[in-house]
């Protein structure tokens, strides 16, 4: 199993990214994915998380309103457009993927897969 993220960069405040996370080795239709984060010096945190049909969103407080988590089933991925990007959101960027049993829940608490990371760099 592996999750490839990409999209990450460098990027001036006010502007936008899209992350995507492609998953591959088996089917990841029914579990939950999300996104995590961790900053320099910080600890990994949550950023966002998407049920298995993609009809319930969960936010991290400091992103709700400029984050918006996606997944397309058919294409094994899970997407994250970051928008109003702040230099707060400098960090590392991992896709995550939790359960398979097709749990109506976005929450993810602990993840059964990891992607390698993407860097997102917010100038100020």
């Known amino acids: 199993v592996q999750l490839q993220a990409s999209g990450g960069g460098l990027v001036q405040a006010g502007g936008s990214l899209r992350l995507s996370c492609a998953a591959s080795?088996?089917?990841?239709?029914?579990?939950?994915m999300g996104w995590f984060r961790q900053a320099p010096g910080k600890e990994r945190e949550f950023v966002a998380g998407?049920?298995?049909?993609?009809?319930?969103?969960r936010y991290a407080d400091s992103v709700k309103g400029r984050f918006t988590i996606s997944r397309d089933n058919a294409k094994n991925t899970v997407y994250l457009q970051l928008n109003s990007l702040k230099s707060e959101d400098t960090a590392v960027y991992y896709c995550?993927?939790?359960?398979?049993?097709?749990?109506?829940?976005?929450?993810?608490?602990?993840?059964?897969?990891w992607g390698q990371g993407t860097l997102v760099t917010v100038s100020s």
């Open positions: 080795g088996r089917t990841f239709s029914r579990a939950r």
């Open positions: 998407i049920n298995w049909t993609g009809g319930t969103t």
């Open positions: 995550a993927v939790e359960g398979g049993y097709g749990s109506g829940s976005a929450d993810l608490n602990e993840p059964d897969y």
